[in-house]
């Protein structure tokens, strides 16, 4: 069975900094690309960031390009997802998800497990 769980989630203020960490289990996991969502309240679940099979390779959202980075530590089997200059409106409820594929994916349809989510809050 192949299970995400993700940590690291809090209330930080406008201009602090997280980071969020998923561990996966049951799976080979440096074979498969990653990735970040989130969700806030009443909206839909956008994507944040991926990365593919070996770290090489990364992609973010043009909201949190230069301020969010992804990584991951296959000896681990743990996806990071360090958040900096965080601002209100980053606060959601953000997921992992464990790709179908080795290469990024930025649509949820590209994703085959999810993680239950962290909690992040930003204050003004």
């Known amino acids: 069975q192949v299970q995400l769980v993700e940590s690291g989630g809090g209330l930080v203020q406008a201009g602090g900094s997280l980071r969020l960490s998923c561990v996966v289990s049951g799976r080979t996991f440096s074979s498969y690309a990653m990735g970040w969502f989130r969700q806030a309240p009443g909206k839909e679940r956008e994507f944040v960031s991926s990365?593919?099979?070996?770290?090489?390779?990364?992609y973010y959202a043009d909201s949190v390009k230069g301020r969010f980075t992804i990584s991951r530590d296959n000896d681990k089997n743990t996806v990071y997802l360090k958040t900096n200059s965080l601002k209100p409106e980053d606060t959601a409820v953000y997921y992992c998800?464990?790709?179908?594929?080795?290469?990024?994916?930025?649509?949820?349809?590209?994703?085959?497990?999810w993680g239950q989510g962290t909690q992040v809050t930003v204050s003004s």
């Open positions: 990365i593919n099979w070996s770290g090489g390779s990364t």
């Open positions: 998800a464990a790709a179908l594929y080795g290469t990024i994916q930025s649509t949820p349809r590209g994703y085959a497990y």
